[in-house]
Structure formats: C-alpha cells, structure tokens
C-alpha cells in the first residue's frame, strides 16, 4: 500500500471510545465513495470526493455543511394553541392586543353563559301562588308586660279588587303615562330604565327604581317588600315569565288593584273611597292623576300630611300639586290626553282630597301608640319591614308601653280638662289641645304618651311632632353648653376653643332688666338684617336687674338667657340641644332668640332630652318597640346604645337649677308629694303654646298645651289667654298641673331616689352691663343656695369679686343700663324688640312669630326618622 494512500484520521486522545469514533467516522466515508462511484460517471471522483466529505469528517464538518438548517429549524412554528394569547408570532404591545377572534369569542362565549343561565333560571323559578302570596293577617300589638294590647292590621286591610272594566282609562292613562310609558311593549323589564337608573344613582342624582309595571306588580303580589339582590333578581326573572305568560290587561288590573296609595288603601277602589269618598269607576282625569301622583310616595304626596317634619301638610300639598301638574303634562306627551282637556282640568285647579277617616279600631290612644310603634319599626328595621309589610300583617309587635302609664297619664290629662276647659261655656276654651310623653331615662323606653282625645277624631298625634314651639323649656340647653365650653372672651376672635373660654358657673352674674340691649359676645350692640338693635322682653316686663342665671332659670327671666346664648355661641347651643337627644329637623335656626325655645321638638323629644339631665349626661334615644316576631322568629330587636353627651358635672349641676325651679320658682305647682324633682316651665308669645318638662331620676316627662282650629282655612297657633277663665296661661298652670297628678301616681310604690350631689363648676363671671363695682347690685333677692343634695356653690376664682349687694337694679357707671330697661337713648317700642317694633325673638313668653302647625296623621319623627 502506498504511503501516500488516504489515511483515516488518528485519534487524538481519548482512548478506545476515540478509536471507535473515528473508525466509524472512516467507514462511513468510504460507503459515501462507492455510493458515488456505482452512481455512475456522473460528477466523477470530483463530486465522489465531496460526498465523502459530506458523509465522512468530524461532526463540526457535518454540521457546516447546510449552514441554514439551524435557523430554519428554529423558526418552524409549533402545535397551535386553541387560545392565541399572548400572541405567538408577535412582539412588544402587539403580542398583549387580542386579536378580533379573540374578541368576538370572548362576548359570543359571555352573552352565551347570560342567557344558558336565565334560560335555566326561567326554568327553575316558578310564579308563586297570588292568592297565597297576597294573603293578609292580623297584627298583635303587646304591652311592655307582655299582655295583648289589641289586634291590628293585616285583617283589616282597606282592598277591594275590581275588574279592569271598573277602573276608568284616564286612571290606567295617568298611571302609564306617569309610572310605564312603555308597558304595552316592554317584556316586563326595562333594561333601559335600569340603566338610567344606575346612573342617575352613580352620580348622586335622586335614588330611582327603574322598575316596569310588571315588577312593581310582581313585587306587589309575590314578594316581600325587602331590598336584596336576591330579591330583585327573582322579581326580574319572575317578571319576565309573568310578561310572556300574563295578558297586559290582567297585568295592569292586577297592579292597580294591589298597589299602595296611602292612607290605609291597597288597590284603586279603596283609595278612591279614601281620597274622594267615591267608586272608581266615577273619578275624574284629574283625580285619577293625583292618585297616580300618591304611587310615588304616599307619605310625601298626602295633603293632609305624613310622618316626619318633611312630610307637613304644606310641603305635601305642594309636591303633591306639581306631580298632579307633571302626570297631567306626561299624558299628554306621550299621547294619553289632549293639551286642550289637560288645560281644562289645570284651569279647574289641584283636585284636593278630603280629609282622612282612621279605622275603627284606633279609639283612645290606642291608634297614637299602634301608629308610634308602626313607624318606629319601618324607620329602624333598615328597610328589612316596609309599612306595606306591616299592612299585610302577621306580625307580633313588643311595645314599651306601660299599660298603668298610659292610662295614668291619659287621666291627668282629662281631670284637668274636664275641670276647666268647657268650649261650651267660652269660646277661648275651643279648640284646645294637650300632648305628653313619659320617658325612662336610664333605658330610654317610651312607656307613656298621651296623643289627643281619641285618634278616631283627632287625627295627629301630639305627642309627636307638631310644631309647638317650647319656650324656655329650651333655657337648661343654654346653661348646659356655658358650663360645657364657657363664656368667649372679648379680647380674642370669634372661633375661640374650650381652653381660651371662661367656664360658667350657675351663680354667674347677668343683667335682668327688661328690653336690655342684645350684645354680642365682644361687648358690640348686636344688630339685625335691617339694622336695628334688639331689647329683649320678659315675661310682663319686668326689671329684675342683677341677678345669677340660677335665679334668672328659677324665675325664668329671659334677658340673661338671650345674653348668655350670644356669650357663648347660639351654633354651641345648638350642638348641646343636640347631644342632649333633640332631632335636627325639629330645631329652629340658631339665630339669638334661639336660647329661648324658637325650636319645636315634640314631646317625646323634649322628655328625652331632659332625661339625658336625669341621667348625669348619659344619652339614649327613646324607642316604642323591643322586638318583633312573624311565623316564630324575631325580624327586628332594638339595640340599646347610649353615649355621654355632658358630663356628669355639667348635668348634675343642670339638674340642681331646675330644683330650684320647682322648689322655689315658676314651677312650685309641679312638686311632688313625696320625692325630689326637677323642671322647666315654658310659654311662648301670646300665649300660644305653654310647656312642663321635669323628671325624676326614674322617669322624665313633658307636658304641652296649645290651641288651634283644625277647620280653619290657614292653619295657626291661637293665642290661650282667657283659657280656663284663666288671664293668661303658662307652663305653670295647666301643663305643670297635669304633670305633677301624673308623676304622684306613675311613681306611687317606687323608691325615693335622690338626685346626685352637684359638684362646683366654672366661675362666677360677669354679662355685659353687670361688672362688679360698688354701685351695682341686684335689684331682686340674690340667688338661692342650692339644695340641701348639693353642694354650696363654688367660690369665686381670684379673677371673679364678690357678687354685689342690693342696692339699685343698674350700675351708676352703666352707660347701657337705665331703669327701666333700655339702653340709654334707646327708641325701643314699649313692648320690646327692635326700635319701634312690637316683639322680640320669643321664650318665655319673649315675641317670635308661632310656627304654622302640623294637622298631619300621627306618625312624624317618632314614626318617620325616629321612634
């Protein structure tokens, strides 16, 4: 063999495994060269040669030898994905855009799965029975011992079903018009009207239902009244079976037969018999109008009032007026009536309902207390019981009410009546009516209210909202916030905080005159909107000159107390009346005579403010109900919560005040015969109204008179001077009468409980025109010590002089005090107020005018916000 032959290649290292490698790497260059040659002549040893070199040779030959295999490897796309994201193939932000298929899947897939899944819910939900759906019980109503009380409700539902045959087009008209404009095409939903609803909600706009006609008779029919998403979502599905398997007709007769128009009346018939004393076949365009207009509402919609300070008979006229404008507008816009019939009936004018006639089983009191109970439920059960659940009835009601109470105070009242009010023999004696309400304050349960002479003729409840104002009743909130954040010093700005404020001490020193110049906190004359100073009355004008606040309370001298409101803050004032339990809504705005009882709380309101006294500052709303029960389960159990409103100082010290009132001052004839007590009286210009509020530490009560004639075309507060053969009526007389007979027996048998010991507070400061100097004293017997249970007044800090002694009733130095009241070159008219004017800002019985009054069903904050 010739040493020049073609070698195979020798290992290089490696051992036998190289060996073996290479002798295979030879082999198979040669099998590539005889692969060629038996191929024939074509190519020739050239092309042999470069098969051995494609077959034979080391790997790195090989792979070199098709230099793009490699990346044509890397780009062969792979198995394809059922879902192309993140998109294979693209890069940056197009591989996270999906693509239109995509798309189009994902909402054919969702609208898919929305309507597989209403399909089977239509499936699965059936429409419930409507008669036993719609049936109707009675209510019990128990006394806080757990003895029935009476039978209500539900069994006497106000309904009587008619054919839609009976019920005339204009009222189908102006329900459709107003409520479904579309309900003769829609489905039974209106997914539009959801919508629209959502949104006007998201923005803020006023809270709407979005609901068809089908589901406000769904709702009505099937039911319950709660508002849970469960619940809304069946009332859809039921809603849209009912759409496609119910006729129209049936649907719209069903829902004017079973829908809510207030006053008691489930169904157009009743509410015609209610609203207009006639059948429905016989009403009118326009008051088949208004009767759609009470769909909305009925307890804003009623002229003669709702519950609640917002639901008077004069802001429910008016929002009761233009509804009955608008539905009449709406007809005629969507093509239900003629604008020249719609302007006929709006030239006739509103169609006023008559007055509203309560069931029979209301006499006594006993409508005031199922009324209090009724709306002291529907405004705490978080919406859990609607008023059109209770109408259904079937439901046991817990009351606080003591029966013994109740009738206790109910004879109190009547004794005194009886005795002295006969509308017979006066006229001044006409018209005349007492409210009261007894409260725990330790609980802050209701346990009595006297609401009127019989709910079946008089129909509000005046132990609820009314619009009495409670003149200087309201005086001890004044003293609370002085001794709470005290006296602004003139020398700093307006908004001062509590530590740059003097506290006020019950033996403080205020000028008592007459028509003394109102100032402001700084010493400056205060003026009104019109420029003028204010000069203040009292109660027959007298001068009382210097005196302490204790006996400025004691004798109810309204000078100081104006004074002292501006000295400390009428906004502060304010927040006291609050903390102590009084309802925003009731109180008045917090201009200066606002210190004198402007405001109107009613009188469960009232005796749970004082009960907060009574408690050392502890607070508790009063409620009417402990529980309530249907088929076995509780649906509703009240939460006591209390809340310090004052401190104990602060409160027992109050308290400590108003003993001298009633052990001294104008409410000696509210003493009790065996037990300490504490109390207000009050009266209001002209004697239009006359207040007791005073309580032990077991019970708190309020007494309040006033006269008004129900009948009169302008409902207002008549003055009561000359009631009873009296010259002029105050808290003194028959309000603190009624409540001393009542306190004597509703805790006759209870223990005698002390009040607690008053600790010393704030300092003895001075009012404008009543620094301390030798000349200036009291004109009146300086204040009383306080009672044998309290503790002497503190004494005065070192910044504080002695109080002055008697002498003359103004400083010889005073340049703003004369005898005789006014401030020197004064023009006040004689009768107070500002110069030349006759009045002032009102309490006891300081000149405001009287608010208009409530001639509304019972019901109001104790039935509407409150209970």
Known sequence: MSEHRRKPPQPQGGGRAAARRAAQQSASGRRAVSASRSAGPVGGRAAARRAAQRGGGAGGRRRSADPGRGRREAVRPGKKRFIDYPRAGRSGVRRWLPSWKLLFGLCFTFVAMILGTVGVALAVVQVPDEQKAAAVQKNVYYWADGKQMVVAGGGNLNRQIVPLSKIPKPMRFAVISAENASFYKDWGVDPMGILRAVAKMAQGGETQSGSTITQQFVKNTYLSQEQTLKRKLTELLISVKVGATKDKDDILAGYLNTAYYGRGAYGIQAAARAYFDKDCADLTASESAYLAATLNGPNLYDPSGGQGPAATPEKNTKRATDRWKWTLDREVEVGHMKAAERDEWVKKGFPMPQKPKPATNRAGQIGYLTDLADNYI???????????????????????????????????????????????????????????????????????????????????????????????????????????????????????????????????????????????????????????????????????????????????????????????????????????????????????????????????????????????????????????????????????????????????????????????????????????????????????????????????????????????????????????????????????????????????????????????????????????????????????????????????????????????????????????????GSSAGTSGGPAGAAGGPGGDPGESPAPEPSSRRPGGLFGGSMG
């Open 378 to 824: 529907v405004a705490h059960s978080n919406s859990a019981i609607t008023k059109s659940q209770l109408d259904r009835g079937g439901y046991q009601i817990h009351t606080t009410f003591d029966r013994d109470k109740i009738n206790e105070l109910s004879k109190a009242v009547e004794d005194v009546r009886k005795a002295n009010i006969k509308p017979d023999v006066r006229d001044r004696d006409k018209f005349v009516q007492f409210g009261g309400a007894s409260v725990e304050p330790k609980t802050g349960k209701i346990v009595a209210i006297y609401g009127g002479e019989n709910a079946l003729e008089h129909f509000t409840n005046n132990a609820d909202y009314t619009g009495v104002q409670v003149g200087s009743t309201f005086k001890p909130f004044v003293i609370a916030a002085a001794m709470t954040h005290g006296k602004r010093n003139p020398g700093l700005g307006e908004q001062q905080s509590d530590s740059q404020r003097t506290l006020v001490s019950p033996e403080s020193v205020y000028n008592g005159n007459n028509k003394v110049t109102l100032r402001k906190y700084n010493g400056q004359v205060w003026h009104d909107d019109h420029g003028q100073e204010w000069h203040q009355r009292n109660d027959g004008d007298e001068d009382k000159g210097l005196i302490s606040l204790r006996t400025a309370m004691q004798f109810s001298v309204n000078t100081p107390y104006i004074q002292l409101g501006m000295d400390v803050g009428t906004d502060l004032v304010k927040q006291a009346a609050l903390d102590a339990g009084m309802d925003k809504d009731q109180l008045a705005a917090a201009t200066p005579s606002f210190s004198l009882g402007t405001s109107a709380p009613s009188a469960i309101r009232l005796a749970g403010a004082y009960a907060t006294f009574a408690a050392s500052g502890k607070q508790i709303d009063p409620y009417s109900v402990e529980s309530v029960e249907k088929d076995g389960k509780a649906v509703f159990t009240h939460e006591a919560k209390s809340r310090t409103a004052f401190s104990s100082k602060v409160a027992d010290n109050v308290t400590d005040v108003l003993k001298t009132v009633v052990e001294e001052g104008t409410g000696t004839s509210a003493k009790l015969a065996d037990r300490p007590a504490a109390g207000k009286t009050g009266t209001t210009d002209e004697n239009r109204s006359a207040w007791f509020a005073g309580y032990t530490p077991q019970l708190s009560t309020a007494i309040g008179m006033y006269r008004v004639d129900p009948n009169a075309q302008k409902q207002e507060f008549l003055s009561m001077r000359g009631v009873g053969g009296k010259e002029t009526i105050h808290g003194a007389s028959f309000p603190a009468e009624i409540w001393a007979a009542y306190m004597n027996e509703a805790l006759k048998g209870q223990p005698v409980v002390p009040f607690p010991t008053a600790e010393p507070i704030g300092e003895k400061v001075y009012g404008d025109g009543a620094s301390p100097s030798p000349s200036a004293a009291p004109s009146v017997a300086p204040s009383p010590t306080p009672s044998k249970s309290a503790t002497p007044s503190p004494t005065p800090s070192k910044s504080a002089t002695a109080s002055p002694t008697p002498s003359r009733s103004c400083g010889l130095f005073d340049r703003h005090c004369q005898p005789g009241g006014g401030p020197a």
